[in-house]
């Protein structure tokens, strides 16, 4: 054989060699299979798009997917009889099509619900029945629509403070302490049976917090509703909470009965910038953009191996406990495009995903995608 075909042999090998390697690589959604579901928000920025590399990602590593706006109230059907159904039948179709586990995120949320909800025409505040009325006709409306292919609901969303007691909102105004009791008694009534209905919130490390929610779950159940799972949402730190404390969060939690969602999760390198008021432009506080804002130009390969190791240390204790954990599902695919960047303060440049602003897996993908090995 002259040089020359030597040579084309050799690379026609290599190429293919690559090419098989490429597709055989296990995803994430298979290295985690027999553990829980992998899974990460998505919204109409990707599934707008015709070509999403984000959407790629998901399909490769990806088992199951939540909404990050679109199935809100206010984003769904913003003013009486408006819905934006092209939205929600997209992301139902994306998930459908390529076989994931669909969750509904969410039905009742004290946030991003439109102020029609609450009033009459009058534009006086509405009754208990009629409140209770109109969250039914949401249910039912999407349960019409899509039945089980959406295959879980956040039915209520952070009704919770961290002190244990009650949020107060308009739902809990104008129906009283019991309104998220009668939201699980109207998803029971309403969703198939097979439809999984769970109650999700931030900080259920907090123990006041986690034992009231423990209280409500079985609240929920003695009126005969279901909680199938607990969406714990994780948006941690760095520090916060340590691997102790979340192990007691999901062993206690789990004491319910209900499954273990993990269901927001990202880790913000940022620290609390206690010194600025919520919301603000991170710009406009200049004196304090080292302090708050210290990674702009980039994230220091000390702090992102720090992060890789925080989120090897959480998933290894989701497996320890993935009799119990059904799903880990990241907030969002990539940092650049995280509600961390924006909140508690905006503009920030922050790093909470396990992919970077250009696609490229961080030590946290290689963490966890090497956790099992
Ligand atoms: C909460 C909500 C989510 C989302 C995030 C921040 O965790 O449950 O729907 O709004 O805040 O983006």
Redesign the pocket.
């Given at each position: 054989m002259n040089r020359l075909r030597l040579l084309l042999l050799l690379s026609l090998t290599v190429f293919s060699n690559l090419l098989i390697a490429q597709e055989v690589a296990p995803g994430l959604k298979d290295i985690y299979k027999d553990h829980f579901y992998i899974g990460a928000?998505i919204d109409m920025h990707y599934l707008g798009k015709d070509q999403s590399p984000e959407l790629d990602i998901v399909r490769r590593h990806c088992s199951a997917i939540a909404p990050?706006?679109l199935l809100?109230w206010g984003s769904m059907n913003p003013r009486p009889g408006v819905y934006n159904f092209d939205a929600t039948d997209k992301y139902v179709k994306f998930g459908t099509d390529n076989k994931m586990f669909i969750v509904g995120?969410?039905l009742f949320?004290h946030?991003?619900t439109p102020d029609w909800v609450f009033l009459n025409d009058a534009g006086e505040t509405v009754s208990r029945d009629e409140l209770l009325g109109r969250m039914r006709q949401r249910v039912a409306l999407l349960a019409k629509r899509y039945g089980s292919k959406i295959n879980a609901w956040?039915v209520v969303?952070?009704a919770i403070e961290d002190d244990g007691t009650l949020r107060k909102s308009k739902f809990q105004e104008i129906i009283g302490d019991d309104w998220i009791v009668e939201a699980f008694k109207i998803a029971n009534d309403e969703f198939p049976a097979e439809v999984e209905l769970y109650y999700?919130d931030?900080n259920m490390p907090i123990d006041a917090k986690r034992q009231r929610i423990i209280r409500l779950i079985e609240e929920i159940k003695a009126a005969g509703a279901r909680v199938d799972g607990v969406g714990i949402?994780c948006?941690w730190s760095l520090d916060w909470p340590s691997v102790e404390l979340a192990e007691q969060t999901i062993k206690q939690l789990a004491l319910t009965g209900a499954d273990i969602h993990i269901?927001?999760m990202d880790i913000t390198v940022l620290s609390w910038p206690y010194k600025i008021p919520q919301g603000s432009d991170i710009n406009d506080y200049p004196q304090f953009q080292d302090e708050f804002n210290p990674y702009r130009n980039g994230l220091p390969s000390e702090v992102e191996v720090r992060q890789g190791q925080r989120y090897r240390d959480l998933f290894q204790l989701f497996v320890k406990y993935s009799d119990k954990v059904k799903r880990v599902s990241f907030?969002g695919v990539q940092d650049g495009h995280s509600?961390c960047n924006d909140?508690p303060v905006k503009n920030c440049r922050n790093y909470p995903l396990i992919f970077d602003r250009e696609l490229k897996p961080k030590e946290a993908f290689e963490q966890i995608y090497h956790l099992l090995d």
């Open positions: 928000a990050e706006n809100k995120h969410v949320w946030n991003q956040d969303n952070e999700n931030y949402q948006h269901s927001e907030w509600w909140y």
